[in-house]
């Protein structure tokens, strides 16, 4: 059972920044692709965005420009910068890990953490 551990969430002011982190215990961390996923209040969870082994991105629109997503596979860790933020960016974030290879709904999911964005 992988088990994923995210860090970095908080209260911060529109137009600031946030980093968030994901440390994965799976053994096949660097072969799997990983994602960060949010759920605003009322809403359903979205995909923000998703890096494949080889290091390919993929970004919601919405966060395109804004949102870098990197991995570190030496240290088993996934990343998410957030810059220019806005209250619409307000959700619990997940980090998920294709860990079954049959997407990350069947896959491995983090406990997730608040992030605030205050207008």
């Known amino acids: 059972q992988v088990q994923l551990t995210e860090t970095g969430g908080g209260l911060v002011q529109a137009g600031g920044s946030l980093t968030l982190s994901c440390l994965s215990s799976g053994i096949s961390f660097s072969i799997n692709n990983m994602a960060w996923y949010r759920q605003a209040p009322g809403k359903q969870r979205e995909s923000v965005a998703t890096i494949t082994r080889s290091g390919y991105t993929n970004y919601l629109d919405s966060v395109k420009g804004r949102f870098t997503i990197s991995r570190d596979n030496n240290k088993k860790m996934v990343y998410l910068q957030m810059n220019s933020l806005k209250p619409e960016d307000t959700g619990i974030y997940y980090c998920?890990?294709?860990?079954?290879?049959?997407?990350?709904?069947?896959?491995?999911w983090g406990q997730g953490t608040q992030v605030t964005v205050s207008s």
């Open positions: 998920a890990e294709d860990s079954s290879g049959f997407g990350f709904e069947r896959g491995s």
